[in-house]
């Protein structure tokens, strides 16, 4: 539980300093609108992780959500990506910042789901033992 943790407030970090990397690379809009984003995902991040300190599961499941929410978000991004790959650089460096987010929150979800299951293989093995 406690890696957990501190990979939700890893990715918070790295997703705040992809935001602050993209006002240095991208044009003005659409650097600050990937650093608004950046701003509201990795702050979230952050507020889950604090809230994992006190009540553990609270945090982890407020982080999976977001993590859920950010992959969303980052699947629509992956036309643009394509585009990106095949020589359209209309958009400058964003397709390929948009898409490391959208890894960070997989990768996130993915460590959520593995320690709810887990604690669910524990609690079940823990009711076993006590009939």
């Given at each position: 539980?406690?890696?957990?943790?501190?990979?939700?407030?890893?990715?918070?970090?790295?997703?705040?300093?992809?935001?602050?990397?993209?006002?240095?690379?991208?044009?003005?809009?659409?650097?600050?609108?990937?650093?608004?984003?950046?701003?509201?995902?990795?702050?979230?991040?952050?507020?889950?992780?604090?809230?994992?300190?006190?009540?553990?599961?609270?945090?982890?499941?407020?982080?999976g959500i977001l993590a859920l929410l950010g992959?969303?978000?980052?699947?629509?991004?992956?036309?643009?990506?394509?585009?990106?790959?095949?020589?359209?650089?209309?958009?400058?460096?964003?397709?390929?910042?948009e898409l490391c987010i959208t890894l960070i929150?997989?990768?996130?979800?993915?460590?959520?789901?593995?320690?709810?299951?887990?604690?669910?293989?524990?609690?079940g093995s823990d009711s076993a033992s006590k009939?």
């Amino acid at each position: 539980m406690k890696l957990v943790r501190v990979f939700i407030f890893l990715a918070a970090s790295a997703i705040l300093a992809l935001g602050f990397y993209g006002t240095r690379v991208l044009a003005k809009d659409d650097g600050m609108a990937l650093l608004l984003g950046c701003l509201t995902l990795g702050g979230g991040f952050l507020i889950t992780g604090l809230f994992s300190l006190k009540m553990p599961w609270h945090g982890i499941i407020g982080a999976g959500i977001l993590a859920l929410l950010g992959f969303a978000r980052g699947i629509m991004n992956f036309p643009g990506f394509a585009e990106y790959l095949t020589g359209e650089r209309d958009r400058g460096a964003a397709p390929t910042l948009e898409l490391c987010i959208t890894l960070i929150c997989a990768m996130l979800l993915v460590r959520v789901i593995r320690t709810f299951a887990a604690e669910k293989a524990r609690r079940g093995s823990d009711s076993a033992s006590k009939s």
